[in-house]
């Protein structure tokens, strides 16, 4: 069955270090999108991107980096990890078709401390 | 900013009642959906109502939007207690010749059912 994963599932590491977390989605869905989810703010934008070499910044982008180099897969980097970028992260993705309906599939998440 | 601020954070109720979740948003719109989300998973997609419907049925939801008061309601019908969870607001503010696909989250309401 066709799904969209992310790993690792949880991750803790340093203040200051590069950290990359992966997004995989087997639908062939052009859009992809990252957000993240703290207490009190809900899930917020990232980044996205509607296709191959296209990215975008969400609402809180500061810090963070993506690149689509395929359809499948859009990494979100965290340059340098600071401890406001505690949280947790999802992927999701949806088609590209012309059509109001449509839906966003999310992935399980990943747990990200920074310590 | 948040898009979509879901009424009330937090709603306790007992089995085969009835759970109305409210959810408010600011700018205009081309859809607005609604996700569900239990204790550590990924979000779900619930339903989508477009700009120009007032009202709209999947098995025991029904979403309703007004576009003049911009709001929207989520009722869910004899309540399980497998329908504990978050369930999130997302608007689709569109761009240029309809839906970019670009979702704004609101905080969300925690639904308990009590058995």
């Known amino acids: 069955d066709a799904e969209i994963t992310q790993s690792p599932r949880h991750k803790i590491t340093e203040t200051g270090r590069q950290v990359t977390l992966a997004c995989h989605q087997t639908w062939n869905h052009n859009n992809m999108f990252w957000y993240r989810q703290d207490l009190g703010h809900g899930l917020r934008l990232i980044h996205y991107?509607?296709?191959?070499?296209?990215?975008n910044k969400g609402e809180v982008s500061d810090g963070y980096s993506v690149s689509r180099s395929n359809t499948e897969d859009l990494p979100l980097t965290l340059e340098s990890a600071a401890s406001s970028q505690t949280s947790v992260y999802f992927c999701?993705?949806?088609?590209?078709?012309?059509?109001?309906?449509?839906?966003?599939?999310f992935g399980p998440g990943t747990r990200l401390t920074v310590t | 900013s948040q898009q979509g601020e879901e009424d009330p954070q937090a709603l306790s109720i007992q089995e085969g009642e009835n759970a109305t979740m409210n959810c408010s948003y600011k700018t205009s719109i081309n859809n607005l959906q609604w996700y569900r989300q239990n204790s550590g998973r990924g979000l779900v997609h619930l339903i989508l109502i477009r700009s120009n419907e007032r009202e709209k049925h999947s098995g025991r939801l029904r979403v309703t939007l007004d576009t003049s008061k911009k709001s929207s309601s989520l009722l869910i019908t004899a309540s399980r207690a497998a329908d504990t969870a978050s369930y999130f607001c997302a608007t689709d503010a569109g761009g240029s010749g309809g839906s970019n696909y670009k979702l704004t989250f609101g905080k969300g309401t925690l639904l308990t059912v009590n058995p």
């Open positions: 991107s509607y296709g191959v070499q296209d990215t």
């Open positions: 999701a993705s949806t088609p590209w078709w012309d059509s109001q309906d449509y839906e966003q599939y």
